[in-house]
């Protein structure tokens, strides 16, 4: 796997995998209701933060949607790709009384190729918008490595 002196090189280790982008037309925010939006279960990264994101988002509003992609699993939600912690950032200020965040702006995903693409969608998407700690830095090259070669396997 790819190492710097600073730990794991992510953006190197995917320099191989076909392009991770949205490719297949123009992507669009939706505003989706927060009870409709489901977290990762594949999300191993910690939800810490909560109360600095949301009181900025609650002095400057939310600077970034939410990315998403559809829930096979129950049809009408759809799971974070990236932003579990600006939803539940949103969730505790509308369970104070902020009605107007009850509906979250949202990139909707064009589905990807295999369960091991959507995986590295959503290792890269927090890869790089947050400390990491050591846990989830060996975590997350593990489960790299791993998707990598299921990749790779899978042609």
């Given at each position: 796997?790819?190492?710097?002196?600073?730990?794991?090189?992510?953006?190197?280790?995917?320099?191989?995998?076909?392009?991770?982008?949205?490719?297949?037309?123009?992507?669009?925010?939706?505003?989706?209701?927060?009870?409709?939006?489901?977290?990762?279960?594949?999300?191993?990264?910690?939800?810490?933060?909560?109360?600095?994101?949301?009181?900025?988002?609650?002095?400057?509003?939310?600077?970034?949607?939410?990315?998403?992609?559809?829930?096979?699993e129950y049809?009408?939600?759809?799971?974070?790709?990236?932003?579990?912690?600006?939803?539940?950032?949103?969730?505790?200020?509308?369970?104070?009384?902020?009605?107007?965040?009850?509906?979250?702006?949202?990139?909707?995903?064009?589905?990807?190729?295999?369960?091991?693409?959507?995986?590295?969608?959503?290792?890269?998407?927090?890869?790089?918008?947050?400390v990491l700690?050591?846990?989830?830095?060996?975590?997350?090259?593990?489960r790299v490595?791993?998707?990598?070669?299921?990749?790779?396997?899978?042609?």
């Amino acid at each position: 796997m790819a190492e710097t002196g600073k730990g794991f090189d992510l953006a190197s280790a995917l320099a191989g995998v076909p392009r991770l982008d949205t490719s297949g037309g123009r992507e669009q925010i939706e505003y989706i209701p927060l009870e409709r939006i489901d977290s990762d279960p594949l999300n191993f990264y910690a939800l810490s933060g909560l109360e600095e994101l949301a009181a900025n988002i609650e002095l400057i509003g939310l600077q970034q949607p939410l990315r998403v992609r559809e829930n096979p699993e129950y049809p009408g939600h759809v799971v974070i790709v990236s932003g579990h912690r600006r939803r539940a950032a949103l969730q505790k200020l509308a369970d104070e009384g902020r009605a107007d965040l009850r509906e979250v702006p949202c990139i909707r995903e064009v589905p990807a190729a295999s369960a091991a693409l959507q995986e590295l969608r959503l290792i890269y998407a927090n890869s790089g918008t947050r400390v990491l700690s050591s846990a989830e830095l060996s975590r997350q090259a593990e489960r790299v490595e791993e998707l990598l070669y299921q990749l790779k396997e899978e042609g």
